[in-house]
């Protein structure tokens, strides 16, 4: 039972270094999200995808793109980090065209831009 | 506001009940939801209440939802050490992409 797994776990960057986040989900659900965590901010949506090939802006956009080439996948980028962009960040998936809303998490990629 | 807001700190003695604040903006919400965070991990759902409903107890715990303060909380009974944790509170919005709305999180800290 896999669930929701993000890889790396942890990365360290410096300031202007471009990395990508990968998030696979195997329970075969249509939308996927990447979320933030901040100290006292809990979560932030920053980008999701409703289903293969689409995307759409959450709250926290900027300084992030995101792609959908696979139902499975969901991979945030960050082209040139930024210190602000020091967070935990974390993938969900669910299943929705329900009314209820259950997301499914990863255990999170500490990321820290020096 | 567009805040869902909880307190962020709440300890008890184990065995002693927990009751986590939460209040929510949207007066049509129609889910609200709890979810808990163990340490190094991700969210995981905790329970959650219809907006017609008033209260929902699962084993354990209770949510009580007051719709007229926009108002919810989570009541853990016979507290334990594996319940120490950070609780969020999310919601529904109506209009929104399927997308929740969490709060900034309680850590609950229980002690011998």
């Known amino acids: 039972n896999a669930g929701v797994t993000q890889t790396p776990k942890f990365r360290v960057l410096k300031t202007g270094q471009s990395m990508t986040l990968l998030c696979a989900q195997d329970?075969?659900?249509?939308?996927m999200y990447w979320y933030r965590q901040d100290p006292g901010m809990g979560l932030r949506l920053i980008h999701y995808?409703?289903?293969?090939?689409?995307?759409a802006k959450g709250e926290v956009p900027d300084g992030y793109n995101v792609s959908r080439l696979k139902k499975q996948n969901f991979l945030l980028g960050l082209e040139s980090a930024a210190p602000s962009q020091t967070s935990v960040y974390f993938c969900?998936?669910?299943?929705?065209?329900?009314?209820?809303?259950?997301?499914?998490f990863g255990s999170g990629t500490q990321l820290s831009v020096l | 506001g567009e805040d869902v807001e909880q307190s962020l700190f709440l300890s008890v003695r184990e065995g002693d009940s927990s009751v986590i604040n939460c209040t929510y903006t949207?007066?049509?919400?129609?889910?609200l939801y709890w979810y808990k965070q163990e340490p190094g991990a991700g969210l995981q759902l905790l329970t959650y209440?219809?907006?017609?409903?008033d209260m929902k107890q699962d084993q354990r715990l209770t949510v009580l939802l007051n719709k007229k303060d926009k108002h919810l909380s989570l009541r853990i009974a016979d507290t334990q050490t594996g319940d120490s944790a950070i609780y969020f509170c999310?919601?529904?919005?109506?209009?929104?992409?399927?997308?929740?709305?969490f709060g900034t999180g309680t850590r609950l800290q229980v002690t011998l």
């Open positions: 969900a998936s669910s299943t929705v065209g329900l009314t209820n809303e259950k997301l499914f």
């Open positions: 329970m075969n659900h249509e939308y």
């Open positions: 995808s409703v289903g293969e090939g689409t995307t």
């Open positions: 949207d007066s049509s919400s129609t889910y």
């Open positions: 209440i219809f907006s017609n409903m």
């Open positions: 999310a919601e529904k919005r109506t209009g929104t992409a399927s997308k929740l709305t």
